[in-house]
């Protein structure tokens, strides 16, 4: 790589600041650090963005299959039979459902729709599948009865829904409506195009993404672990999938999305100019962030069907 090429930087003034508070908490090299310490601040940075609930949300916890933690929002105001299903990020290795607590009460209020978080296992102490197997016994449950489910991920929660709407289409289960992406990581090279244009990008670089590779151990031909490695993305529920400019997991975005098109698949894919990845928690304090979020929430009502 080009050392003298120059690190890859938005110019949003509110998403620089988004970044700075970040690894005042989190810091570039978090993942040089043991992961009882990187839990740590992972932890630390969720709670400096936290945000009031909505007004008249209920919150109620629950377990499947006797092991997997989940959590089951309902906004005041319900619209539509159809449930979300939530799939936090953190690289596989950091998160929770207190993590993303925020951000799946405003989804399911701005969607006026049910909402399941799951607390899926974490690496490296439970390396593929174990992540996969219990969102898809999640999904399972939910789709048992007889309601309809939009699957939605952001990151490496991103990487699991996509991966679990194709296990669907495989075993033929059906009832999944939509599927909402947000800046997932999806199996790209890691040594061309946005790998590589952004491999130094604020909040998230190429270097850090194979860590959480090598870190999940997953079989590298896996289409399930690694959804643009599949060859057929016929059939598939419609998607809304949004990518950040500056991030590396970019094109991963950019070519799913244009991948589902060619199959045949009704997809709506937005690109936030000015946005790192992991920008939904500046959707308080950046214009842009704000903007990706609403479109989030729109792009997800269309699929729950409440607009």
């Given at each position: ?5 120059p690190?890859?930087m938005?110019?949003?003034?509110g998403?620089?600041?988004?970044h ?66 939530y ?8 998160g ?16 006026r ?12 102490e ?12 999640v ?35 059906s ?16 040594v ?8 130094e ?10 860590y ?15 959804p ?15 990518g ?15 991948r ?48």
């Amino acid at each position: 790589m080009d050392s003298r090429r120059p690190k890859p930087m938005p110019t949003e003034a509110g998403i620089l600041n988004f970044h700075e508070r970040c690894e005042s908490f989190y810091p570039a090299d978090a993942v040089n650090a043991c992961i009882a310490q990187q839990r740590q601040w992972y932890d630390e940075l969720c709670a400096e963005f936290d945000a009031p609930s909505p007004e008249g949300l209920r919150r109620r916890d629950a377990v499947v299959a006797g092991r997997i933690p989940t959590r089951h929002y309902r906004p005041a105001e319900v619209a539509s039979e159809t449930r979300i299903l939530y799939i936090h990020g953190g690289g596989f290795v950091v998160g929770s459902l207190e993590s993303h607590d925020a951000i799946c009460a405003e989804l399911a209020h701005g969607a006026r729709a049910e909402l399941a978080a799951v607390d899926y296992r974490l690496a490296p102490e439970h390396v593929w599948p174990a992540a996969f197997e219990d969102c898809y016994a999640v999904l399972e449950s939910l789709l048992a009865d007889g309601r309809p489910v939009v699957v939605v991920g952001d990151s490496a929660g991103g990487n699991l829904a996509a991966g679990i709407v194709l296990k669907a289409k495989a075993e033929g289960l059906s009832g999944i409506v939509g599927q909402v992406l947000i800046y997932p990581g999806l199996g790209g090279d890691l040594v061309s195009g946005s790998y590589v244009e952004m491999a130094e990008a604020p909040g998230l670089s190429t270097t850090d993404v194979a860590y959480y590779r090598d870190v999940l151990q997953a079989p590298a031909e896996d289409s399930f672990a690694y959804p643009l490695r599949a060859t057929d993305l016929s059939g598939l529920p419609p998607a809304y999938i949004t990518g950040a400019h500056f991030d590396p997991l970019r094109d991963d975005a950019r070519t799913y999305a244009a991948r589902l098109a060619q199959a045949g698949v009704d997809v709506t894919y937005r690109e936030e100019p000015q946005m790192i990845h992991a920008w939904l928690r500046a959707r308080h304090m950046s214009p842009g962030a704000r903007a990706g979020f609403r479109h989030l929430v729109h792009g997800l009502a269309q699929l729950v069907g409440t607009e």
